[in-house]
């Protein structure tokens, strides 16, 4: 049969193809756009150079071996020697973005544990992020497999099996999506412990979930749902910010003898942005990614202890997973205020020494560790992406209140997105930018 070239009626009040004007414009526009969406939806990593300073480039990244192997914290899991100097003779690492640490770490805990099995919606082709690419390949479809669109079923489906012993690691999707499974992880994996006075736990579910804003993902695809799980006790929540703490923190989560809900920030997992869900082209506001050396070799990083990235003696702020890096770029502009900027930021205020705190495990957090700073520091902002009312924000300025109230020289300062859905189309505005977090500490050391 001879191929006929479609025609387009634009005269017609519907879409009828019909023999008269040609629409080579219209399908040469398709082939562009198809071209473009299949190169962006590429699994190939792209160069880190030339981002915003605020992520790429930041201080807090490990680019080479020996800062990689002296992360803090960092515990080898077959570490034979009690001097740290000496463990790092032998070790190896390798660039990785985030997805890639993160697969690296299933696949050691999956060599390492028979009894572990991945599971969740697409995850045996790759899952939508290409955290699980080949695993399945690697280990068996019997390990590694797909399961129906139900997130409770997700959930309750792993609770059974770690409740016989099996270490279950789950995937949703994406966290926007955990609220189906909101009973089964609320009401029987939180509580599974208690009402067996401790003959029974699922200590052995891990529950991953891409979590937080994209800057186009809108209203189901750029949430923030950790606040929802504070009350949930009998759970604990992490959220990493950069390679090395994902693939560290995600070992011990699934090694952890309780369930984990591990929070991934989905815009830092490639490390030339992240894609729409809901469109094949790229968005103009990407954010950049990171990129570290990550170690080889099995590795892991303690839950429930905060990391100080940066010291301080004038104010202390406190964040996890994409807003550190919007923190950390507040605190540079905060010294060094570009033009625009600058007669908003009182010269006085530019050599204020700020206390950056990353707090890694939201549930249960380091109190020791923001109490600590905070008596010296005099002054605390939090800065989350979910909204205020309800947020963790709330929750650590009521403790911090009451631990520190005599030592505090203003009031905590709360910086979170807006008490709304997450709006598409001004998600930009919705966001904790550096902006909000520095006119909170402007504001906060002028009080």
């Not at 680019?63 to 990689?68: C, G, I, K, V, Y």
């Not at 809108?218 to 949430?223: A, D, K, N, R």
């Not at 905070?374 to 924000?393: C, D, K, P, Q, Y």
Request: charge should be positive.
């Amino acid at each position: 049969m001879t191929p006929r070239i479609m025609y387009l009626n634009r005269s017609s009040s519907s879409t009828m193809f019909t023999p008269r004007k040609p629409a080579y414009p219209m399908l040469r526009t398709l082939a562009r756009f198809n071209r473009s969406g299949r190169r962006w939806q590429s699994t190939e990593a792209h160069p880190a150079g030339g981002h915003l300073p605020s992520i790429a480039t930041s201080t807090f990244l490990k680019p080479t071996r020996d800062l990689s192997l002296r992360t803090a914290g960092l515990r080898y899991v077959d570490q034979t020697d009690a001097d740290p100097a000496r463990e790092m003779v032998g070790r190896e690492t390798r660039k990785m973005n985030m997805y890639q640490a993160v697969r690296d770490a299933l696949s050691i805990a999956l060599t390492k544990d028979e009894t572990a099995v991945v599971f969740g919606e697409d995850v045996a082709f790759g899952g939508v992020f290409r955290c699980t690419m080949g695993l399945a390949e690697e280990f068996g479809r019997e390990r590694v497999f797909n399961t129906p669109l139900t997130e409770q079923g997700i959930a309750g489906f792993g609770i059974g099996l770690a409740s016989m012993g099996q270490t279950a690691i789950a995937e949703i999707q994406f966290a926007d999506y955990i609220f189906p499974a909101f009973d089964q992880i609320v009401n029987e994996a939180a509580k599974f412990r208690f009402r067996s006075n401790g003959n029974f736990d699922v200590g052995k579910l891990t529950i991953r979930c891409p979590s937080m804003a994209v800057g186009h993902g809108g209203h189901y695809h750029s949430q923030s749902p950790e606040g929802f799980f504070m009350g949930a006790h009998g759970i604990k929540i992490v959220i990493p910010r950069s390679p090395i703490q994902a693939k560290g923190l995600l070992l011990s989560s699934i090694r952890d003898h309780n369930p984990v809900i591990f929070m991934e920030p989905k815009v830092l997992y490639r490390s030339s942005g992240m894609l729409s869900t809901l469109s094949c082209r790229p968005s103009r506001n990407f954010t950049p990614g990171v990129v570290e050396q990550v170690p080889m070799d099995d590795y892991e990083i303690p839950l429930g202890k905060a990391e100080t990235l940066m010291r301080g003696e004038d104010i202390t702020v406190v964040s996890w997973g994409t807003p550190v890096y919007h923190c950390e770029t507040a605190v540079k502009m905060l010294s060094h205020p570009p033009p625009t900027l600058a007669p908003n930021v009182p010269q006085s205020l530019r050599s204020a020494k700020v206390e950056l705190i990353d707090l890694r495990t939201i549930m249960p957090w380091d109190v020791e560790t923001v109490a600590e700073s905070v008596n010296r520091t005099g002054r605390l902002v939090v800065v989350h992406e979910a909204g205020r009312t309800g947020g963790v924000g709330a929750e650590i300025g009521a403790e911090i209140q009451k631990r520190c109230f005599l030592k505090l020289n203003a009031p905590i300062r709360l910086v979170t997105g807006w008490d709304t859905p997450v709006p598409m189309q001004y998600e930009k505005f919705y966001m904790p930018d550096p902006i909000r977090v520095l006119d909170a500490v402007v504001e906060t050391l002028t009080y």
